[in-house]
């Protein structure tokens, strides 16, 4: 049986791409082209879809303003190709601006605007929800709304008539990028179809961008437009601005968009990007096959510490975990076992929820901190996950086939954290993220269990600084 991946997508150059691609797979493409923005947010929320194509300020929106943690930025797809079409008037009331939500490209254009038109200008400008980009276009050469930004092949069409001034306002910038749901990701046999997915996009991109006569065909065959046309498209998808032909972000790309978002929401975009997946890792996916070995060496310069310091490594860390290893345990409680991320030897985190108030996400939270331990649990690496001891029957520990590889980014330092009786949530909520988002529901400041009920109450277990982090078994006074 061949096996499916899911996507949701715009029907913009995207469903051109996504076309051409489907031929070269042994993967069916089962592709559903959304009608907004609020739509393709729930296909990643419900786990409708395994791949969701959104915008970057999208992206960007779920991780820091919803808090939704599970979001992964797989790669990028292009940099916006944006073009502001249509016409603006004021004195013409020629003043309605389709978008799609307020988020996204909308941010983009209204920060334009802005620039462009006088603030009385601006306030009467009556911005429409007309949903996706080809809903959008209808509407525009329908007459229903005025203005709006659009990308190829629309922004080519008939009708279309664009603003050279916001290319050059928009400058480097982050359009769409391939979204995942950690819960996809931690699914070892989706993984497996996504990196198929991602090395044969690739190389259709290398082919599209290498064979420009034979694409130009097919882009004039696809939308049934004229060669001279499909020839302008063609040219525009390789322009700075255009389709991203490899799966290394860029940085100048991403800052262009964060820029323009924290202006809007006034949101502060942390240094580190921990909604991207292996931003530094993208050698994993263009040599799937590289194999590389590492020894874990904890150090142990701070008391009560285990961090994992590959901090001199540059590139991807891989390994396997041995079933040797895994067999040794047999532990009456059923146990989870993950890794986190460290900024330095003495286990610091970072703020990621600014629990401490400042204002700020990128300082740092250290051991014995309130909150360190919740901070600590939402940064834990997702490609790694364990399930031990099983209630003192050995046979159900995770096994290496069911581990996998792990993939650590190099610079970095990393430390375990064990959830002791957390093996029977993962059971009841089939994933690792979800069994870390309830035992978080279950017991939010980590507290320890009691001689009543150490046996059955789920708590962490951090490998830093041990007398601050974790759960203490105490006697309780009546």
């Given at each position: 049986m061949t096996p499916t991946l899911k996507i949701s997508a715009f029907k913009d150059i995207s469903a051109f791409l996504l076309s051409t691609l489907q031929p070269q797979l042994d993967i069916n493409l089962e592709i559903k082209y959304v009608k907004n923005a609020d739509e393709a947010h729930q296909d990643l929320f419900d786990n409708n879809a395994d791949i969701v194509l959104m915008s970057y300020d999208d992206t960007l929106s779920l991780s820091l303003e919803d808090k939704y943690s599970a979001i992964l930025a797989l790669f990028p797809i292009h940099g916006g190709i944006l073009d502001l079409c249509g016409e603006i008037d004021p004195e013409a009331n020629k003043n309605r601006i389709g978008i799609d939500t307020n988020t996204g490209y909308a941010r983009a254009l209204r920060s334009y605007l802005s620039q462009k038109l006088t603030p009385e200008e601006y306030q009467n400008l009556d911005f429409i929800k007309a949903?996706?980009?080809?809903?959008?276009?209808?509407?525009?050469?329908?007459?229903?709304?005025?203005?709006?930004?659009?990308?190829?092949?629309?922004?080519?069409?008939?009708?279309?008539?664009?603003?050279?001034?916001?290319?050059?306002?928009?400058?480097?910038?982050?359009?769409?990028?391939?979204?995942?749901?950690?819960?996809?990701?931690?699914?070892?046999?989706?993984?497996?179809?996504?990196?198929?997915?991602?090395?044969?996009?690739?190389?259709?991109?290398?082919?599209?961008?290498?064979?420009?006569?034979?694409?130009?065909?097919?882009?004039?065959?696809?939308?049934?437009?004229?060669?001279?046309?499909?020839?302008?498209?063609?040219?525009?998808?390789?322009?700075?601005?255009?389709?991203?032909?490899?799966?290394?972000?860029?940085?100048?790309?991403?800052?262009?968009?964060?820029?323009?978002?924290?202006?809007?929401?006034?949101?502060?975009?942390?240094?580190?990007?921990?909604?991207?997946?292996?931003?530094?890792?993208?050698?994993?996916?263009?040599?799937?096959?590289?194999?590389?070995?590492?020894?874990?060496?904890?150090?142990?310069?701070?008391?009560?510490?285990?961090?994992?310091?590959?901090?001199?490594?540059?590139?991807?860390?891989?390994?396997?975990?041995?079933?040797?290893?895994?067999?040794?345990?047999?532990?009456?409680?059923?146990?989870?076992?993950?890794?986190?991320?460290?900024?330095?030897?003495?286990?610091?985190?970072?703020?990621?929820?600014?629990?401490?108030?400042?204002?700020?996400?990128?300082?740092?939270?250290?051991?014995?901190?309130?909150?360190?331990?919740?901070?600590?649990?939402?940064?834990?690496?997702?490609?790694?996950?364990?399930?031990?001891?099983?209630?003192?029957?050995?046979s159900k520990n995770t096994t290496a086939s069911e581990f996998g590889e792990v993939v650590l980014a190099g610079g970095r330092f990393y430390a375990p954290f064990l959830i002791a009786n957390g093996g029977d949530l993962l059971v009841k909520s089939g994933s690792f993220e979800q069994a870390i988002a309830a035992f978080l529901a279950l017991n939010p400041g980590n507290t320890g269990a009691s001689l009543e009920n150490f046996q059955t109450k789920a708590v962490a277990y951090l490998g830093v600084s041990r007398n601050l982090c974790k759960g203490e078994i105490r006697k309780e006074k009546n």
């Open positions: 949903g996706a980009t080809n809903l959008r276009y209808d509407e525009l050469i329908n007459n229903q709304i005025d203005a709006t930004l659009l990308n190829p092949p629309y922004s080519y069409l008939e009708g279309a008539q664009a603003d050279p001034g916001f290319q050059l306002f928009l400058g480097d910038y982050q359009g769409v990028v391939a979204n995942t749901n950690k819960y996809v990701w931690q699914d070892l046999d989706k993984r497996a179809l996504l990196k198929d997915f991602m090395v044969s996009y690739q190389a259709m991109l290398q082919n599209l961008e290498t064979n420009s006569q034979s694409t130009i065909q097919s882009l004039s065959d696809y939308y049934s437009i004229s060669t001279d046309i499909a020839t302008n498209i063609y040219n525009r998808l390789w322009m700075p601005n255009g389709l991203n032909v490899n799966f290394q972000f860029n940085n100048l790309q991403l800052q262009g968009t964060e820029s323009i978002f924290s202006q809007d929401t006034n949101v502060f975009v942390p240094l580190k990007h921990y909604w991207i997946l292996n931003q530094d890792l993208n050698s994993f996916y263009l040599d799937p096959n590289a194999t590389d070995a590492f020894n874990f060496q904890p150090n142990t310069d701070n008391l009560g510490s285990l961090v994992y310091d590959i901090s001199s490594v540059s590139g991807e860390i891989k390994g396997e975990i041995d079933d040797g290893a895994l067999s040794q345990t047999n532990a009456l409680f059923h146990n989870l076992v993950g890794f986190y991320a460290v900024e330095n030897t003495s286990g610091s985190i970072l703020d990621v929820d600014d629990l401490n108030g400042n204002g700020l996400v990128d300082d740092l939270l250290n051991p014995g901190d309130k909150g360190y331990a919740q901070t600590a649990l939402r940064q834990h690496v997702n490609n790694f996950f364990l399930e031990a001891g099983a209630n003192g029957d050995p």
